[in-house]
Nanobody
Framework: VQLLESGGGLVKSGGSLTLSCVASGFTFSTYHMGWFRQAPGKGRELVAAITADGAESTYADNVKGRFTILRDNDKNTVYLKMNSLKPEDTATYYC????????WGQGTQVTVSS
């Protein structure tokens, strides 16, 4: 099992980024997927989740209306489109089927400057 996140970077407040997570080693299309993040000194939190078929998604209140989670089951990839980024979005972002359900990947760092 491998989860490989990418797409992070340094962006100014109000900017946008799109994160990608490529999964391997399990039947991706049968699993709900989520994006999680962990800021320095804080616990890991669920940011967004999407059903296995991509038909439904849910968001944490603090990202609702700014972030969009999408998936492409043909490419075993889940995406997180992030708009109107704020400094408080600064964190390392991870994907997983659930909190710790699969081995965590290395994550991708997102830094939002004010």
């Amino acid at each position: 099992v491998q989860l490989l996140e990418s797409g992070g970077g340094l962006v100014k407040s109000g900017g946008s980024l799109t994160l990608s997570c490529v999964a391997s080693g399990f039947t991706f299309s049968t699993y709900h997927m989520g994006w999680f993040r962990q800021a320095p000194g804080k616990g890991r939190e669920l940011v967004a989740a999407i059903t296995a078929d991509g038909a439904e998604s849910t968001y944490a209140d603090n990202v609702k209306g700014r972030f969009t989670i999408l998936r492409d089951n043909d490419k075993n990839t889940v995406y997180l489109k992030m708009n109107s980024l704020k400094p408080e979005d600064t964190a390392t972002y991870y994907c997983n089927t659930g909190p710790g359900a699969m081995p965590w990947g290395q994550g991708t760092q997102v830094t939002v400057s004010s």
